[in-house]
């Protein structure tokens, strides 16, 4: 299972953390990955100033609500053919 961990802290939620979240559930529904992909919401990544943070297999990334889905598309399907 490939887990997507998104902040949802101040600044990541300023910069539009709940829009990149209701991305990626849309992808996750269109792609038909829902027994692949799982969304968590954490509180603080530690990176606020990159923010929207996402933790995907332990590496944190910067996603805004603009590239999220070329950021899915590009890591988040790369993970799941890995699995």
């Known amino acids: 299972m490939t ?3 998104v902040c949802v802290g101040s600044a990541c939620h300023l910069k539009g953390s ?3 979240i209701e991305t990626f559930k849309y992808l996750i529904r269109e792609l038909n ?3 692949e992909v799982e969304i968590k ?3 603080c ?3 606020c100033t990159e923010a929207v943070s996402v933790n995907l297999d332990g590496v944190i990334y910067s996603v ?3 590239n999220a889905e070329k ?3 590009k890591y988040v399907m790369k993970s799941v053919r890995e699995l």
């Open 3 to 5: 887990e997507l961990k």
């Open 18 to 20: 709940y829009d990149v």
């Open 33 to 35: 990955v829902s027994s």
């Open 41 to 43: 919401a954490a509180f």
């Open 45 to 47: 990544l530690g990176h």
């Open 64 to 66: 805004s609500p603009n």
């Open 71 to 73: 950021f899915f598309e």
